[in-house]
């Protein structure tokens, strides 16, 4: 009666015999797993020697071993399999994984696109396709495993990753990196996955020699977002960071759940400031190192006032050394792209309609509370804070309090409905 039940039992088409599998080892059900395996089963796993899932065995006492030893490597944190493709025996499931790799702490994402072979309704091969040079970085306890670099349309950027959770994309302005929100990150990262980039030409990020736009720039981050997977991304842009981030909602709202914007502007920059920004443009592509410090020294003062510069002159002088040290022509095409061929996108403003939160302080000069102000008139769901005794760097003279906003922006939409 047991072999007629058997031999009457369903046949299962490939792609149910790999989804029964996967199935199983979600459920770490090893025994149901093997089961599902062809007795000469092969288990290939390219990439580094050194990651201990790396390598190919034949036979499900081999691949059994593996499956047992998965979890004392990897601890899943997202496993999505997004499509099934069948063709004859074949099955290719593509999809995106991300872990937290025990021996090192690091957590690593990646696309993968997994092939089994189905013969007789059990699996004959398996064999994935990973980033495994990622793998191996997360894996090699030497790495400096928060500095990533991504190539987007040409341009090369540097960002830096740092804790689990929703996503915060950080957005820095002229003149600075990705270190102006260090304290910010040092705080949130506790709670939320922090990406922060280096700006083209800024930091340890590129450029493209021929020149780019802030449409531009709005268009690789906005690549990066949909082809990295990242969700529920908040926005989080200071000064040219936030023209980017105006652009960027506008242009793809479905990629962002929130927009947080630090001292910046929708319009294009006033024209009496052009000559003053030319004199600049000039000296930092002719001018003597003396006179490209003493540049930076005095735009540093007038974001900082001498107050600021007092209270925080390790990190300025720190800020204008790595200045120095950046490729002139991509800090001139940078003030191209930022300054003289900024467009006004007022008009754009009523279309973004995800939460935003815009914040200014009220010494900033280089970007007037009235320019914070009709950004936050015109959005809707948007709070405007005005920090008193703030310049253009709120997230430097007025940390605390900025950090504290973000916190309670993002703790506030986090009790709301879906909209």
């Known amino acids: 009666m047991a072999n007629l039940n058997k031999q009457n039992a369903p046949v299962m088409n490939p792609t149910e015999v790999v989804k029964a599998y996967l199935a199983a080892f979600a459920q770490k059900d090893w025994g149901k797993a093997i089961a599902l395996l062809h007795e000469e089963v092969i288990w290939h796993v390219d990439g580094d020697a050194n990651v201990p899932t790396v390598g190919l065995l034949r036979g499900p006492v081999q691949v059994r071993k593996w499956l047992e030893r998965f979890p004392s490597h990897f601890e899943p944190l997202d496993f999505t399999l997004a499509e099934f493709i069948e063709q004859d025996e074949n099955v290719l499931v593509l999809g995106r994984f991300r872990h937290l790799i025990t021996e090192t702490g690091n957590r690593v994402g990646s696309d993968m696109v997994i092939h089994f072979k189905v013969s007789q309704s059990k699996i004959s091969r398996y064999q994935i396709f990973e980033d495994s040079a990622l793998l191996s970085r997360a894996f090699n306890s030497q790495d400096t495993w928060q500095q990533h670099q ?3 349309n040409g341009t090369l950027y540097h960002y830096r990753e740092q804790g689990e959770g929703p996503t915060l994309f950080f957005a820095h302005g002229l003149f600075v990196d990705g270190e102006i929100f260090n304290d910010q990150i040092n705080v949130l990262s506790q709670s939320f996955r922090c990406i922060v980039m280096d700006m083209p030409g800024h930091g ?34 200071q000064s040219q960071g936030g023209m980017v981030g105006l652009r960027l909602a506008a242009s793809f709202p479905d990629l962002l759940s929130g927009l947080i914007l630090i001292g910046t502007s929708a319009r294009a920059e006033y024209p009496e400031r052009e000559d003053s920004w030319q004199r600049r443009r000039d000296i930092m592509l002719n001018g003597s190192r003396p006179e490209l410090d003493t540049m930076f020294t005095a735009i540093q003062r007038e974001i900082y006032g001498e107050e600021g510069l007092r209270r925080h002159a390790s990190f300025i002088t720190h800020e204008r050394n790595l200045m120095m040290t950046l490729p002139r022509s991509g800090l001139a095409l940078a003030m191209d792209a930022a300054v003289f061929n900024r467009d006004d ?46 310049g253009h760097h709120p997230v430097v003279d007025a940390a605390q309090q900025v950090t504290r906003a973000i916190g309670d922006f993002l703790l506030s939409r986090a009790k709301l409905p879906p909209r």
């Open 345 to 390: 996108i007022r008009a754009l403003l009523p279309s973004i309609r995800i939460p935003a939160l815009v914040i200014c302080g009220d010494a900033d000069r280089a970007t007037p509370v009235g320019l914070s102000r009709e950004i936050a008139d015109v959005i809707p769901d948007t709070k405007l804070i005005v920090l008193t005794g703030a």
């Open 204 to 237: 340890q990020s590129g450029f493209n020699p021929d020149g780019w736009t802030l449409d531009d720039i709005s268009r690789d981050f906005a690549l990066m977002i949909q082809e990295l997977s990242l969700r529920e991304v908040t926005f989080i842009g």
């Open 150 to 152: 991504i190539k987007i």
